[in-house]
């Protein structure tokens, strides 16, 4: 059974850097479904505690007890190299460690259950797909199979490749990947669709914990979403504000104490969270302070923070973010005043000195803040879910999606040069073909190395994989034509065919291990492993529930040796007492001591 029969229900997860989200299509309305705390969003946290793992809220209040063994930020990680400059730069902040895996696959590495255990990001991700998968189940009363996951919108290929694996290692059958910003639009579109008539332009500003978006769309009639351009950064976001307050903190410790608190990792994790608070804080307050008793060497830290001083610590950021809205106007073709809605999405476009240059650069066109910002993502990607499942609500039926390409894909040529077959922006789903010449004199044959990014040079772009297409016939160089042949699915997800001309023979792009994507087999080996740790975990439930009981009992009997002391003294100190006395006292012993249903 794939789950796609009659009764399949599908879900939209938002899966992100710091906070996932899921929701789906019920009673003729989306449903943010709350977890297990009762919270409408989830940490994408898991922690290894000795002999047992959690997910979610329980997994971020261990991160100070155990920061080495807290995970979180995988999405910073999936579908990158190690050596990629942006993971080395994160590593360098996170309390948890991270190495070098076959084919330069950055490995989480915690310790459980007395031994060392390798993540790949995936694997990490998954377990929040799952615990995200089991809030919708237990909601729902059945079990879920199809989903719609979000990505940004600037995820490369090989980003929402792994991500779909992460799906499917949760044992999820991923539907469609969708962009956040686009999900954002689609909630957007389905609360005011009365009020637009005709066409609108609308520009989606999310700024989350650790990727900044932007996509400009074309709504008409309030079904139809039409992206113009999409432009953001993987790698910016809230964390990037707080880590800037951290190092300021650090600073300022080292300026008083003269102590360098960078090498105590519980110290750098307290902070982190207090400064994350206070940058709450700031966003309604013009002022406020952190308190951390006995942060180092025994050592209380109190400062006053401004929201002049935040503000100053992150301008750099915050230009960056102006810039990018700026460059996808100009790749969609767009005027600032042809914009009729800007869009807030994510946690972080609640601080206020973001919400003001947005209005300055808008000439002060009021923000739109109809939708809730943490959970406008999730509501998009649950009314895509229900579109694209078999028991779909009538009603989305007319909604139609129209997803651009967020980076040029392309070919290295002769001198490491990058030759763009689908530019970027351009509509998805696409098929667009090249054709080149052979550079030697008899060349048998011809390696096809794919990038996808915006840079001249071949190896400045991200490298998606290689493969040989050989059996060119013998002929003098640039005498063979092979075509290139690009093709992106629904979920933004490329193919590549080589074909030579003369002769017809074809190669497609087998993405191999070398680029760090897992094979069938391997994400049939961790659907397995989650399995394990699923089991693992409601044994380990299953034992602390019994201990719990037991305890129960012990507490319950200790309290009965109170209650016969009393009752044995009532009898000594009462010998007077009248028979309906007596009688009262048997039965109040007789019910503290018969067994409770
Ligand atoms: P998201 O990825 O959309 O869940 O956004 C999470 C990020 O938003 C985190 O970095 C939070 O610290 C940040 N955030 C949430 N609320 C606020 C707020 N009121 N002011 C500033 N940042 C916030």
């Known amino acids: 059974m794939d789950g796609r029969g009659e009764d399949a229900q599908a879900i939209g997860i938002d899966l992100g850097t710091t906070y996932s989200c899921v929701a789906v299509w019920k009673h003729d309305r989306v449903k943010i479904i709350p977890n297990d705390r009762g919270n409408r969003t989830t940490p994408s946290c898991v922690a290894f505690v000795d002999s047992e793992r959690f997910i979610g809220d329980d997994a971020k209040s261990q991160g100070a007890m155990k920061p080495a063994n807290t995970i979180y930020d995988t999405k910073r990680l999936i579908g990158r190299r190690f050596s990629d400059s942006k993971v080395q730069d994160a590593m360098k902040l996170w309390p948890f460690k991270v190495i070098q895996g076959p084919a330069d696959t950055p490995k989480i590495v915690v310790s459980y259950k007395g031994k060392q255990k390798e993540f790949l990001a995936e694997e990490i991700s998954s377990m929040i797909l799952v615990k995200m998968k089991e809030t919708a189940e237990s909601y729902l009363g059945k079990p879920v199979k199809n989903a719609v996951i979000t990505v940004p919108a600037y995820f490369n290929d090989s980003q929402r490749q792994a991500t779909k694996d992460a799906g499917a290692i949760a044992g999820l059958n991923v539907i469609r990947i969708i962009n956040e910003p686009t999900a954002a639009a689609i909630a957007y579109g389905l609360d005011n669709k009365s009020d637009i008539n005709g066409k609108i332009n609308v520009l989606v500003f999310d700024l989350g914990g650790g990727t900044f978006d932007v996509s400009i769309l074309t709504i008409t009639k309030g079904?139809?979403?039409?992206?113009?351009?999409?432009g953001g950064d993987t790698h910016l976001g809230g964390e990037d504000f707080d880590n800037r307050m951290v190092e300021h903190c650090v600073w300022e410790f080292n300026?008083?104490?003269?102590?360098?608190?960078?090498?105590?990792?519980?110290?750098?994790?307290?902070?982190?969270?207090?400064?994350?608070?206070?940058?709450?804080?700031?966003?309604?307050?013009?002022?406020?302070?952190?308190?951390?008793?006995?942060?180092?060497?025994?050592?209380?830290?109190?400062?006053?923070?401004?929201?002049?001083?935040?503000?100053?610590?992150?301008?750099?950021?915050?230009?960056?973010?102006?810039?990018?809205?700026?460059?996808?106007?100009?790749?969609?073709?767009?005027k600032k005043s042809c914009v009729h809605e800007?869009?807030?999405?994510?946690?972080?476009?609640?601080?206020?000195?973001?919400?003001?240059?947005?209005?300055?650069?808008?000439?002060?066109?009021?923000?739109?803040?109809?939708?809730?910002?943490?959970?406008?993502?999730?509501?998009?990607?649950?009314?895509?879910?229900?579109?694209?499942?078999?028991?779909?609500?009538?009603?989305?039926?007319?909604?139609?999606?129209l997803d651009v390409n967020p980076l040029s894909l392309g070919v290295e040529i002769k001198g490491e040069l990058f030759s763009v077959v689908i530019p970027r922006n351009t509509p998805i789903p696409t098929k667009k073909s090249k054709t080149y010449v052979t550079c030697n004199d008899n060349q048998s044959a011809a390696c096809v190395k794919v990038y996808q990014g915006e840079r001249a040079k071949s190896t400045d772009n991200h490298f998606l994989g290689k493969f040989t297409i050989s059996g060119i016939p013998p002929a003098p160089k640039e005498a063979i034509e092979i075509t290139e042949c690009f093709e992106i699915d629904a979920n933004g997800i490329l193919t590549v065919t080589s074909q030579i001309l003369s002769t017809g023979k074809t190669e497609k792009l087998t993405v191999v291990n070398e680029n760090g994507r897992l094979s069938k087999e391997e994400i049939e080996k961790m659907i397995e492993d989650a399995d394990k740790y699923k089991q693992e975990d409601q044994e380990y439930k299953k034992k602390a529930d019994a201990f719990n009981a037991l305890e129960d009992c012990i507490y319950n009997m200790k309290k009965m040796e109170h209650v016969i002391a009393d009752a044995t003294k009532w009898i000594e100190d009462n010998q007077n007492a009248t028979v309906d006395e007596i009688e009262r006292m048997k039965e109040h012993l007789e019910s503290m001591c018969m067994p409770k249903f």
Not at 278 to 286: D, E, M, Q, W, Y
Not at 364 to 376: C, F, G, H, R, Y
């Open 342 to 401: 800007v869009i807030l999405v994510g946690g972080s476009s609640r601080i206020p000195k973001i919400q003001s240059m947005l209005q300055q650069l808008f000439d002060m066109k009021v923000l739109s803040k109809s939708t809730n910002p943490d959970e406008a993502v999730a509501y998009g990607a649950a009314i895509m879910a229900d579109k694209l499942s078999s028991n779909s609500n009538k009603s989305f039926k007319d909604l139609l999606l």
């Open 223 to 230: 079904d139809t979403f039409q992206v113009k351009a999409v």
């Open 255 to 334: 300026k008083r104490w003269n102590k360098d608190i960078t090498g105590n990792k519980r110290a750098l994790v307290r902070l982190r969270c207090a400064c994350e608070k206070a940058k709450r804080i700031l966003s309604c307050n013009t002022q406020t302070s952190i308190d951390l008793d006995c942060l180092h060497e025994g050592i209380d830290f109190c400062m006053k923070f401004s929201r002049a001083k935040f503000e100053e610590l992150n301008m750099g950021s915050f230009n960056k973010c102006i810039e990018t809205v700026e460059a996808c106007l100009r790749d969609a073709k767009m």
